[in-house]
């Protein structure tokens, strides 16, 4: 075991005390109003980039910054391989970047070296262009140049990445991956595009993921995906998967963090947990900025 793992580790089991937790994000959900709750935000473990005054989306792109940052952290002082590891679960961050680029919006995160293909990806002056230059990068063609597959392909072609690469993070990929689909499918009622499909079978198999229902699609899971599924009957219960989701990805990285050795484990699990954190707390903001009464917050 290097030293630099050994460094990582314990910097990443140090890293997840910067974090809000359950109970101070059902506190912060009950705050007098969203603005009292961004104050909050900003002399907490999400000051790095949260400041007094910011409206509801920049409030909740900063804290995911600070994940970015932490994740940055994490980057330089772990060996190459868990910086490798990083970087792709950092791909969420160049997602988000190009969703922004799509709706005409200055991107939200600054990558540094955790970026795959931004540097490229920020140049296209169109849907065309993006297209092109993802079908020339890691991220592999979309198969369309609508915003949509673009959307779709980088989601499932980052799923697969993760799904490849970490183990520990493979349930997380394929249950993420099933819940797309299953939203897209019986939710918003819009078939996939070819090269989309295909990449959803290579991640759910074709049975499941050309599956004529969600009780189908939900039966015809792999053990990896399943789980994210199981019980829920109607499409209008899928964000209950999205809730299971981010609860596993947390569990899992709490017991990742626990086992003794200095590797990649507990860098995964670290941020793991910090990313769960972020998104409670981007939870939190969301129902203040909408209104949401004290009495009924609970992320």
């Known amino acids: 075991m290097s030293g630099a793992w050994v460094a990582g580790a314990t910097r990443a089991k140090a890293l997840v005390r910067r974090r809000l937790g359950e109970a101070g994000a059902v506190q912060l ?8 709750a961004v104050e909050t935000l900003s002399i907490g473990p999400y000051g790095h980039d949260v400041r007094p005054g910011l409206d509801p989306a920049r409030a909740q792109n900063a804290v995911a910054a600070t994940l970015l940052w932490h994740t940055r952290v994490l980057a330089g002082w772990v060996p190459r391989q868990g910086a490798d590891a990083l970087r792709t679960l950092a791909r969420w961050f160049e997602i988000a970047n190009v969703d922004a680029l799509l709706a005409g919006a200055d991107a939200p995160f600054e990558l540094g070296a955790l970026a795959t293909s931004w540097s490229r990806l920020s140049r296209a002056a169109d849907p065309r262009a993006l297209r092109a230059e993802l079908a020339s990068s890691a991220w592999g063609d979309p198969g369309e140049d609508s915003p949509r597959e673009i959307q779709l392909g980088m989601r499932l072609s980052w799923a697969a990445r993760v799904a490849d690469a970490l183990d520990p993070a493979l349930p997380w990929a394929a249950g993420a991956a099933a819940l797309l689909v299953a939203r897209e499918r019986f939710l918003e009622r819009r078939e996939l595009g070819s090269r989309t499909s295909d990449r959803a079978v290579a991640l759910l198999g074709a049975e499941a993921a050309h599956a004529p229902s969600l009780a189908d699609l939900a039966s015809r899971l792999p053990v990896a995906a399943a789980w994210a ?71």
């Open 29 to 36: 959900a009950r705050s007098g109003s969203f603005e009292a």
């Open 229 to 299: 599924l199981d019980g829920l009957d109607e499409p209008e219960q899928l964000w209950r998967g999205e809730v299971r989701c981010w609860q596993r990805i947390d569990h899992d990285g709490w017991a990742l963090l626990a086992g003794s050795g200095f590797g990649l484990e507990p860098v995964i699990g670290a941020l793991a947990v910090l990313a769960a954190d972020a998104w409670r707390t981007r939870a939190a903001l969301a129902r203040l900025a909408r209104g949401v009464g004290s009495e009924d917050a609970q992320v």
